[in-house]
T-cell receptor, first 111, second 114 residues
Framework: GENVEQHPSTLSVQEGDSAVIKCTYS??????FPWYKQELGKRPQLIID?????GEKKDQRIAVTLNKTAKHFSLHITETQPEDSAVYFC??????????FGQGTELSVKP | DGGITQSPKYLFRKEGQNVTLSCEQN?????MYWYRQDPGQGLRLIYY???????QKGDIAEGYSVSREKKESFPLTVTSAQKNPTAFYLC?????????????FGAGSRLTVL
């Protein structure tokens, strides 16, 4: 069945450094790739998403890149801040289909 | 509270008991979902519903049941058949047919089996 693999499971960076989280997916028909951020004790919230007709999307310090040929996509956070500390989930789905989530990455930004 | 409300926030259950988690949304979303969150395993889909009076099993439906009698409500029952029910349960909703399954999550319910 469909599967999304996410790496690394934990990531620790120094404030101001960049962080990169990578995901691979198995369903070649997937065309929607969102990223959710879950702060400690809070609900997951969408931070950025990308569709298959776009290779890269940026929103301030956050960017997502997509390589459909290789079936992988990545989240890039630049100039990390302590408030970026959270668990990040990638996901993939077909048009109108159910989302399949990765296992999550716990990002820790050290001041 | 984001338009989607889950209750209770914390729930304790004795083995052999069924419990029902409530999920209500006022976003006029057609689709609703239940996910289970365990450390290191991401969000796993239990059941989802794209329209009233219809629902489908997700990846880990065994030991769970749902109903969708109203658009606004999608309760989840954790039955005694669920072997390891202690977990954090998240309900979500989305606009069906919008082409992008942007999910709005509730605050979650933490179930502990004593």
């Amino acid at each position: 069945g469909e599967n999304v693999e996410q790496h690394p499971s934990t990531l620790s960076v120094q404030e101001g450094d960049s962080a990169v989280i990578k995901c691979t997916y198995s369903d070649s028909a997937s065309n929607y790739f969102p990223w959710y951020k879950q702060e400690l004790g809070k609900r997951p919230q969408l931070i950025i998403d990308i569709r298959s007709n776009v290779g890269e999307k940026k929103d301030q310090r956050i960017a997502v890149t997509l390589n459909k040929t290789a079936k992988h996509f990545s989240l890039h956070i630049t100039e990390t801040q302590p408030e970026d500390s959270a668990v990040y989930f990638c996901a993939a789905s077909r048009e109108g289909g159910k989302l399949i989530f990765g296992q999550g990455t716990e990002l820790s930004v050290k001041p | 509270d984001g338009g989607i409300t889950q209750s209770p926030k914390y729930l304790f259950r004795k083995e052999g008991q069924n419990v029902t988690l409530s999920c209500e949304q006022n976003l006029n979303h057609d689709a609703m979902y239940w996910y289970r969150q365990d450390p290191g395993q991401g969000l796993r889909l239990i059941y989802y519903s794209q329209i009233v009076n219809d629902f489908q099993k997700g990846d880990i439906a065994e030991g769970y049941s749902v109903s969708r009698e109203k658009k606004e409500s999608f309760p989840l029952t954790v039955t005694s058949a669920q072997k390891n029910p202690t977990a954090f349960y998240l309900c979500a909703s989305s606009i069906y047919g919008a082409g992008a399954n942007v999910l709005t999550f509730g605050a979650g319910s933490r179930l502990t089996v004593l």
